[in-house]
């Protein structure tokens, strides 16, 4: 069983908003730097926004002023909100969580990784 469970995925079209939710099994995700990824095929998975525990955040040049990454430790869920979709935002998107120092877009500071849920944009 995964540790990480995302939702929320779907078909919009362009300029059109989604919210993603990431439900998290281990305990107080407050203390751990969570992110949002994201991946077409044949492509590396991209980070495109983090969390840190401060609750500090920050965003890929791609994605920021559209998408809003959030958490709600009392229900210990991973959110993001993407309003004004675009078609290059067509992909798995997955969120992430890892104990160590937080700051990194590089997938392979990542630890734990939910299976990914599909949005689909079109014109």
């Known amino acids: 069983q995964r540790p990480l469970l995302e939702s929320g995925g779907g078909s919009v079209q362009v300029g059109g908003s989604l919210r993603l939710s990431c439900a998290a099994s281990?305990?107080?995700?407050?203390?751990?730097?969570m992110g949002w990824f994201r991946q077409v095929p044949g492509s590396e998975r991209e980070g495109i926004a983090i969390i840190y525990s401060s609750g500090k955040t920050i965003y890929a040049g791609s994605v920021e002023g559209r998408f809003t990454i959030s958490r709600d430790n009392d229900k210990n869920t991973l959110y993001l909100q993407m309003d004004n979709l675009q078609l290059e935002d067509t992909a798995s998107y997955y969120c992430a969580a890892h104990r160590w120092q937080c700051g990194s877009f590089s997938a392979a500071a990542f630890a734990l990784w939910g299976q990914g849920t599909q949005v689909s944009v079109s014109s």
């Open positions: 281990m305990d107080e995700i407050g203390l751990w730097c």
